[in-house]
């Protein structure tokens, strides 16, 4: 939003206000017209509301820029407002396994503090090196993994077992969770 144009708004706002208090102090102080005080309440409270709803604060996304095809070197967690929560570094690594820890076994990528846990298998999905590029494979999960690669719009569902090259970019799907590869 230019500045310009939040000042105007601001002005806007601040003359609906007056005039809603003018017309407010004639209708009870001045005039005292008894039906009119409903309409000049309900045109107050309107004119709050409005106000209200225009100044609240705006959401930010952070945009997680990446540029398609460069170097894969960690994972990032993402909230549902796109923000990062959390990161894992995967650079030197061949093998990570993605899951939810337990007293049986523990995963590289633990989700098991994640929104939707339940929904997450304890080896989820693997993501293994080969010839120096990523790849991703569904382990027989419970609610499977999805990808969405940096230049498309729609998520692909993974079949169990057979590896999808990832890049820096793209997003995984671990039932609702989102990870960003950077």
């Keep these: 939003m230019k500045q310009g144009r939040s000042i105007w708004t601001l002005v806007l ?19 005292k017209v008894r039906g009119a005080q409903v309409v000049a309440a309900a045109i107050l409270l309107l004119s709050v509301v409005i106000i209200a709803v225009r100044t609240r604060p705006k959401k930010i996304k952070v945009q997680n820029k ?9 994972l990032v967690l993402l909230s549902e407002d796109g923000e990062s ?3 894992w570094y995967i650079e030197g690594e061949t093998s990570v396994l993605i ?18 846990a339940s929904l997450i298998s304890a080896q989820h999905a693997v993501l293994n090196k ?14 499977g993994v999805g990808i969405r690669k940096s230049n498309q719009s729609k998520a692909v569902k993974l ?18 969770t989102r990870i960003l590869v950077k």
């Design 13 to 31: 706002d601040l003359l609906i206000t007056a005039i809603s208090a003018v017309i407010f102090y004639y209708i009870f102080v001045v005039a």
């Design 66 to 74: 990446v540029k398609p095809g460069s170097k894969v070197v960690k």
């Design 85 to 87: 929560v959390k990161e």
């Design 99 to 116: 899951g939810k820890s337990s007293r049986h076994g523990e995963a590289d990528i633990d989700l098991s503090d994640t929104p939707y």
């Design 130 to 143: 080969a010839s120096g590029k990523w790849y991703i494979e569904d382990i027989e999960s419970s609610s």
């Design 159 to 176: 079949e169990i077992e057979e590896p999808s090259l990832l890049e820096a970019g793209d997003l995984i799907y671990i039932a609702n």
